[in-house]
């Protein structure tokens, strides 16, 4: 195994710990920019958060995978595309979860 697709696959890794304890465990205070005052629904925020991490986490070992079995630059291309649009997705989402100011 080379040394990038480890390090990839050990930050899908923790990517995915983190998913899961947000998704399943409830750990809002993982989320950047929680505040327990402005959200409303507490339980969807974390599983769509926790969801969406879960999904990163996905795409992060697929790439480590595919890097290791035949590495190509295209993935990287493919990896940054999703990864942003899981981030908006994210963003945008999580105002569903919060109170009207």
């Known amino acids: 195994m080379s040394t990038g697709s480890a390090a990839v696959g050990a930050g899908g890794v923790l990517l995915a710990v983190f998913g899961v304890l947000i998704r399943y465990y409830g750990a809002a205070s993982l989320i950047a920019g929680y505040d327990p005052e402005r959200v409303e629904d507490e339980d969807g ?13 996905a ?5 480590a995978v595919a890097e290791f079995l035949a590495p190509a630059d295209w993935y ?4 940054t595309v999703g990864i942003v649009a899981l981030a908006v997705r994210m963003v945008r989402g999580a105002r ?3 109170t009207a100011a």
């Open 96 to 98: 569903r979860y919060e």
């Open 59 to 63: 795409l992060t070992l697929a790439v």
């Open 45 to 57: 925020l974390t599983d769509f958060i926790g969801a969406n991490t879960l999904y990163a986490a």
């Open 76 to 79: 990287w291309v493919v990896f």
